[in-house]
């Protein structure tokens, strides 16, 4: 099973600054099955980005993602007040999905 | 519109069983695969299982092998999990999901991702 550990834990910003989200798989990963969701207190998690950097349909162009192999990053250029939530990475590999422990983003 | 209802939570005791179900619509459910995605009080998300849209295929954690079972009907547009033997660790909020369908260059391959998901059921194991 692949693993996927995200830093840091909790990331206190203000808005306006820029946010710098990472996850490391255990292993390589294929960077078509590399997404990343945003979820808020209780609400489901939303998809934001696909194939680790194509942005899924409404998300704003403040987010992108990078990566490949092993090392992903999430980037949210100029924070809003709606973007603090936790983030989660997301994989596929032989026949499992995983996700990472997650990133708290919270306001500074 | 997608939209996703789970029902089916509740309290139930160590060693007992309870079925969810995810009632869709919105889109062609037949046509897409589906996944349950769980998450413990104040914990991240964990992939539970995911199911063919034909309901050919079931794949399952390593953690809910043996206990869970994920099936469909796609007459009603409804997804299950049938949960037996559940543990205190299983108490979670459980989220029923949507997968993309991925075909590239004439072939489809395994969903890359969830692009809708439910509201979530609570399922709490006590005693």
């Known amino acids: 099973e692949i693993v996927l550990t995200q830093s840091p834990g909790t990331l206190s910003l203000s808005p306006g600054e820029r946010a710098t989200l990472s996850c490391r798989a255990s292993?390589?990963?294929?960077?078509?099955?590399l997404a990343w969701y945003q979820q808020k207190p209780g609400q489901a998690p939303r998809l934001l980005i696909y194939?680790?950097?194509s942005r899924a349909t409404g998300i704003p162009d403040r987010f992108s993602g990078s990566g490949s192999g092993t090392d992903f990053t999430l980037t949210i250029s100029r924070l809003e007040p709606e973007d603090f939530a936790v983030y989660y990475c997301?994989?596929?590999?032989?026949?499992?999905?995983?996700f990472g422990q997650g990133t708290k983003l919270e306001i500074k | 519109e997608v939209q996703l209802l789970e029902s089916g939570g509740g309290l139930v005791q160590p060693g007992g069983s309870l079925r969810l179900s995810c009632a869709a619509s919105?889109?062609?459910?037949?046509?897409?695969?589906m996944s349950w995605v769980r998450q413990a009080p104040g914990k991240g998300l964990e992939w539970v299982s995911a199911?063919?849209?034909?309901?050919?295929?079931?794949y399952y954690a390593d953690s809910v092998k043996g206990r869970f079972t994920i099936s469909r009907d796609n007459s009603k547009n409804t997804l299950y999990l049938q949960m037996n033997s559940l543990r205190a660790e299983d108490t979670a909020v459980y989220y029923c999901?949507?997968?993309?369908?991925?075909?590239?260059?004439?072939?489809?391959?395994?969903?890359?991702?969830?692009?809708?998901w439910g509201q979530g059921t609570l399922v709490t194991v006590s005693s």
């Open positions: 999901a949507k997968a993309e369908v991925y075909c590239s260059g004439g072939s489809c391959y395994p969903p890359r991702f969830f692009d809708y």
């Open positions: 919105g889109f062609t459910f037949s046509s897409y695969a």
């Open positions: 199911i063919s849209g034909s309901g050919g295929s079931t």
């Open positions: 292993q390589s990963v294929s960077s078509s099955y």
């Open positions: 194939g680790a950097s």
């Open positions: 997301q994989q596929y590999g032989s026949s499992q999905y995983t």
